[in-house]
């Protein structure tokens, strides 16, 4: 994975960093005597824009290393494809707050979507003519099965 991601360990950078042509800004400026004020001082400015976008190139760079992201998820892996989806749409908010807050937004989500699917198998259990939680159990493992030999 992080052989995809361009990421060199020995020199702690990427192959292509965030902003790649940033520096393309200052290639040809020099500060000589002959430069008037007002010259200095956009120059002055095209340096201060030039550490903006270094500063956030850094910034792009500590949040991929500090939440891991060159590595899977362990989390993800444990997931099944419904709830690998829900996590893949949450990806976008992950830098919104810290990675355990995120962790735990996500597991959140999960037991939520899954809270909801239980109600309605039991809602349809409860349809079905199922009166107790074993009767619906057995319905449920019955339509799971159903299910699964409609499958190929």
Request: aromatic share 10%; net charge positive.
């Given at each position: 994975m992080t052989e995809l991601s361009g990421y060199n360990f020995k020199r702690q950078e990427f192959e292509i960093e965030y902003d790649n042509d940033?520096?393309?800004?200052?290639?040809?400026?020099?500060?000589?005597?002959?430069?008037?004020?007002?010259?200095?001082?956009?120059?002055?400015r095209v340096l201060h824009v030039y550490a903006?976008?270094?500063?956030?190139?850094?910034?792009?760079?500590?949040?991929?290393?500090?939440?891991?992201?060159?590595?899977?998820?362990?989390?993800?892996?444990?997931?099944?494809p419904e709830e690998r989806e829900v996590y893949k749409r949450f990806k976008v908010f992950m830098r919104f707050h810290s990675s355990e807050e995120h962790k735990e937004l996500l597991k959140n989500i999960i037991e939520e979507?899954?809270?909801?699917?239980?109600?309605?198998?039991?809602?349809?259990?409860?349809?079905?003519?199922?009166?107790?939680?074993?009767?619906?159990?057995r319905y449920l493992k019955r339509r799971g099965r159903r299910k699964r030999k409609k499958v190929p």
């Amino acid at each position: 994975m992080t052989e995809l991601s361009g990421y060199n360990f020995k020199r702690q950078e990427f192959e292509i960093e965030y902003d790649n042509d940033a520096e393309q800004i200052l290639a040809d400026m020099e500060f000589k005597d002959t430069d008037t004020n007002a010259d200095r001082e956009l120059k002055l400015r095209v340096l201060h824009v030039y550490a903006n976008r270094l500063d956030e190139r850094k910034r792009r760079k500590n949040f991929v290393l500090e939440r891991n992201l060159l590595y899977p998820d362990p989390f993800e892996k444990g997931l099944a494809p419904e709830e690998r989806e829900v996590y893949k749409r949450f990806k976008v908010f992950m830098r919104f707050h810290s990675s355990e807050e995120h962790k735990e937004l996500l597991k959140n989500i999960i037991e939520e979507q899954q809270i909801v699917k239980r109600i309605l198998d039991l809602q349809e259990a409860r349809t079905a003519g199922c009166r107790t939680a074993s009767e619906a159990s057995r319905y449920l493992k019955r339509r799971g099965r159903r299910k699964r030999k409609k499958v190929p």
